[in-house]
């Protein structure tokens, strides 16, 4: 399989409370994106991506970011492609402000 979304949604964020929004295990190279467009001054957003290296390690951060809506040029955010050859998580938890929508998606750019 090439390009393609493999999991997506709306999540509603509650404060504090973090979320694992979407697992896959099929080997690949993938790209998470979420869509900010919906928070507002005073919101902060923290998304992180999880992988493992060997199959019997626990999934650990590969990428992460903290935004504040007032600090973005843009509402959509996107990881860098992340190879994963066991298990890829995408996640996110709001830190500060009012819960908003994120509309998310997970893409498989290539499949090993």
Known sequence: MALGTVGSGTHTCVLDTPADLDTETVAGIYVA????????????????VKTKVL?????????????ANDLLNSPIIQSPPIL?????????????????NVPWALVRVAEL
């Open 55 to 67: 199959t019997g390690d626990t999934a650990a951060i590969v990428f992460e970011g903290v935004y």
């Open 84 to 100: 994963s050859m066991h298990s890829i998580t995408m996640s996110i938890e709001q830190t500060d402000g009012t819960g908003r």
């Open 33 to 48: 994106q979420w869509n900010l467009e919906l928070n507002v001054k005073l919101d902060i957003t923290r998304l992180y």
